[in-house]
């Protein structure tokens, strides 16, 4: 069974920082490419950041040059470190997992979401 769980979520002041991690189990973590979407209130889920197991990096535009996608393979996790917040990063927070070879940036590829973690930035 596969199980992905988000945590380090919260409440942060713009111009903070945070670090989400997502921890995975059931699955061959290093050959799944993992995602960070969000989703705000009455808006759909977007793409966030992206990491294959190469691990070649993406990012939406919205985000590049403040946060950074990690992946520590001995530990099945990845990371999402979140500088230079703003009140418009507020929003839900997902981490998913698609196999590499099949890396997209549309939330309907993926295989598998974690349950969520909420981030709100405060202005």
């Known amino acids: 069974q596969v199980q992905l769980g988000e945590s380090g979520g919260g409440l942060v002041q713009a111009g903070g920082s945070l670090t989400l991690s997502c921890a995975a189990s059931?699955?061959?973590?290093?050959?799944?490419?993992m995602g960070w979407f969000r989703q705000a209130p009455g808006k759909e889920r977007e793409f966030v950041a992206g990491?294959?197991?190469?691990?070649?990096?993406y990012y939406a535009d919205s985000v590049r040059g403040r946060f950074t996608i990690t992946r520590d393979n001995a530990k099945n996790t990845v990371y999402l470190q979140m500088n230079s917040l703003r009140p418009e990063d507020t929003a839900v927070y997902y981490c998913?997992?698609?196999?590499?070879?099949?890396?997209?940036?549309?939330?309907?590829?993926?295989?598998?979401w974690g349950q969520g973690t909420q981030v709100t930035v405060s202005s």
């Open positions: 990491i294959r197991g190469s691990p070649s990096t």
């Open positions: 998913a997992a698609v196999r590499s070879l099949r890396f997209t940036r549309d939330a309907h590829g993926y295989d598998y």
């Open positions: 059931g699955l061959p973590f290093s050959t799944y490419a």
